[in-house]
């Protein structure tokens, strides 16, 4: 794999959303390419800042209860494509909070 190759992929690599052998490759790659991996770390690092910021503001007391029941009734006559990952649930979670 090339780097013109392997820099689009690098946001759906860290978000394990790659099928297994583009994972393959492009872990491969990163394990030889310093310039890769370097932007791999970097979008890693903007994450965790992004994920770090503290906000005061807080959404009514029903906001998450109305979100969850127009979810359930949006998605209950098909099918969840796209569902998030279990790193993009961990990190959704650390963001808003366990709900």
Same mark, same amino acid.
């Given at each position: ?7 689009? %992929? ?29 932007? %791999? ?18 959404? #009514? ?19 969840? #494509?796209? &569902? ?5 649930? &961990?990190?959704?979670? #650390? ?5």
């Amino acid at each position: 794999m090339k780097c013109e190759e392997c820099l689009p %992929l690098l946001e759906l690599y860290a978000d394990g959303e790659l099928e297994p052998r583009a994972a393959a490759n492009a872990g491969a790659h990163l394990e030889i390419c310093v310039a890769c991996a370097r932007a %791999l770390r970097r979008l890693d690092e903007e994450r965790d800042l992004f994920l770090s910021y503290e906000c005061d503001a807080a959404p #009514a007391p029903d906001f998450w209860d109305d979100v969850l029941t127009k979810v359930a009734a949006e998605t209950a006559s098909r099918p969840v #494509a796209n &569902a998030p990952t279990p790193r993009q649930r &961990a990190r959704l979670a #650390a963001a808003f909070g366990q709900f």
